[in-house]
């Protein structure tokens, strides 16, 4: 087939528009055109009077060669790229030892499909629920205040991104096409087919719920095993191969190609395996607040008079400043038409999140607005980064009352650094709730400047962004792992731990859903690789 790219219509243009925008590119006659499919869809909603869909589509045409030979040059006429994934390996007839997985979220989940589509049936272990009991359980602390540490919104079937947004767009390269891979088994478990083709795909929580039922069924069918509330509490090493782990149980099982995907809230295992020797790094990540605007003040900041197109949907941003003091300010994780949720798995800590449903369609948009920040804000060993969130936290559940509310505050008052006396027009979507007080308490210093500066800039580009009236909520502190288990480049093993694959979030190696299942793939190639490396050497008298 043949790739057109950035072909550009009206946002009310009619269904004979793409056929005709397809003749009129490659200069042929309608009987020459065989069909065709749309690959990805977006906006460009620059102009607000005037937004464009911009399309890429697969074209199938008579003469394939000749067209592609006489458009040699032409940037927007190419050969469509090979999507289909072609496995790395297959398991051995005789398979010695099967691989086992830490964690279910998506590169748990991904890395578990792929490895049992390839024969290798794994052992996966989660410390939380499955995802229909881990939902009852995080809904109940929600409502009733009462915190299962083992069965929250971090842990459980599905990973954190199971109450997200469920977005399924990525930054990370993808030259193998890994993201068509997810997609592809995301619709196979029941996903709408659109997230094969628009530009920014997402899901939301209650068909996450679904999907992920799907594909376990689907690791269960190939001969894998998934056993839930299976805590790791111990990793096994000899001679710098990992050999085993025990679970909370006290079971040990034997095992030396252990994918680790734990997540990026696992502390109690980042811990575990600092003690055990397997090298960590502390890394930058981010910390802040959710702000919460109504979505329609976005939609028309974004849309203008196109605002409310079901094609366009509810309206998203993303936006950066660079402040005075050398830090950056990024909006991060938004949450269109969706609810600030609680998000801690630990006692007496409060932690905030964003959540969706595929709808979108709540009252309220959200989005953490957070600060970047390294190991030089908070010194001392590999997990550092870990007690600096736990402080931050700790000091939030004080402030919310120390009954698993959040600090809130509006941001006329936050700007202007006054006593917080009354809430403004957007209410709070925060479960179990909220309480105003002064945020300027609830992060460093250098933090809250920095907030300060970047919001009204922000106005500028979003319209009603630094609105007296809209919401912010405390604190966001898991927007990514403090730490990095470092891994090699080729064979993605731990760097001194042979046979230990650290994976997704967790290990530093993603940040969202798609990055995270698209490095799950790259993992299980890798164990897959190694599997059959070693089996194939020979024994050792």
Known sequence: MIRLSNIQLPLDHDDAALEDAILSLLNIPAEQLLGFQIFRRGYDARKKTRIRLIYTLDVDVQNETGLLATFADHQQVKATP??????VAQAPASLDER?????????????????????YKPLILERGKEVRERTKDTFGFWRKRELNTESNVQFGEGGAGTFSD????????DPKQY???????????????????VSKPHIGTFRLVSMVEQ???????????????ARVDDLHIDDGQVTGVTLASGERINARHIALAVGHSARDTFEMLLNRGVYIEAKPFSVGFRIEHEQSVIDKARFGPNAGNPILGAADYKLVHHCKNGRSVYSFCMCPGGTVVAATSEENRVVTNGMSQYSRNERNANSAVVVGIDPSDYPGGPLAGIEFQRQ????????????????????????RGEKPARLGTVQPSFKPGIKLTDLSEALPDFC????????????????????????????????????????????????????L???????????GIMSAAIDGIKVAEAMALSINQAQAAPTKN
Do not use: C, W
Not at 166 to 173: A, F, I, R, W
Not at 179 to 197: C, D, H, M, T
């Open 82 to 87: 090979d999507l289909d994934y072609h496995p």
């Open 99 to 119: 691989p086992v997985i830490i964690g279910f979220g998506p590169a748990g989940l991904l890395a578990g499909l792929v490895l049992a589509q390839m024969g």
């Open 166 to 173: 469920g977005k399924l767009y990525s930054q990370v390269k």
């Open 179 to 197: 993201s068509r891979k997810v997609l592809q088994e995301f619709v196979a478990a029941g996903a709408p087919e659109e997230i094969l083709y």
């Open 215 to 229: 594909m376990r069924a689907s690791i269960l069918e190939l001969g894998g095993e998934i056993r839930f509330s």
């Open 392 to 415: 931050l936290e700790s000091h939030a559940y004080v402030m919310g009352g120390s009954n698993y509310d959040a600090p809130a505050q509006t941001v006329g008052a936050f700007l």
């Open 448 to 499: 809250i400047d920095a907030i300060r500066e970047a919001i009204p800039e922000f106005n500028k580009k979003i319209k009603g962004f630094s609105f007296d009236g809209a919401l912010l909520t405390g604190v966001e502190t898991r927007t990514s792992a403090p730490i990095s288990i470092k891994r090699d480049n080729e064979t993605l093993q731990s760097i001194n731990t042979q046979g």
């Open 501 to 511: 694959f650290p994976s997704g979030e967790g290990a530093g190696y993603a940040g």
